[in-house]
């Protein structure tokens, strides 16, 4: 069965840490695109990062610089997010996607398999 699964979500306190894990079955994960995208409520789904099959970063959202990172395991079939220092306003539902191709994409609806998602609540 093609699919991916997030894990790793949960509530933590602002300036904690969490990682993100994405477990990929069923597709040959080396040949993916993985991105990471978060959907905060009432707004549309963004992507956030996104790793290349050769574990080169792709950040789209200014707000994570220097404090959220993407990196995969290819024998292992697991893309990552660290999330460090986190704020309130990564509060949202994460996702990751895979794109059959070399070159990641900021676009939700490029990618050709989704994930259901995880639940971040970054409160104090």
């Known amino acids: 069965q093609v699919q991916l699964v997030e894990s790793g979500g949960g509530l933590v306190q602002p300036g904690d840490s969490l990682r993100l894990s994405c477990s990929a079955s069923?597709?040959?994960?080396?040949?993916?695109?993985i991105g990471w995208f978060r959907q905060i409520p009432g707004k549309e789904r963004e992507g956030v990062l996104c790793?290349?099959?050769?574990?080169?970063?792709?950040v789209y959202d200014d707000a994570v610089k220097g404090r959220l990172t993407i990196d995969r395991t290819n024998a292992k079939n697991v893309a990552f997010l660290q999330m460090n220092k986190l704020q309130p306003e990564d509060t949202a539902v994460y996702f990751c996607?895979?794109?059959?191709?070399?070159?990641?994409?900021?676009?939700?609806?490029?990618?050709?398999?989704r994930g259901q998602g995880t639940q971040v609540l970054v409160s104090s």
């Open positions: 069923g597709f040959t994960f080396e040949n993916y695109a």
């Open positions: 790793v290349t099959n050769s574990n080169t970063e792709r």
């Open positions: 996607a895979a794109r059959n191709s070399l070159v990641c994409n900021s676009n939700w609806y490029a990618y050709d398999i």
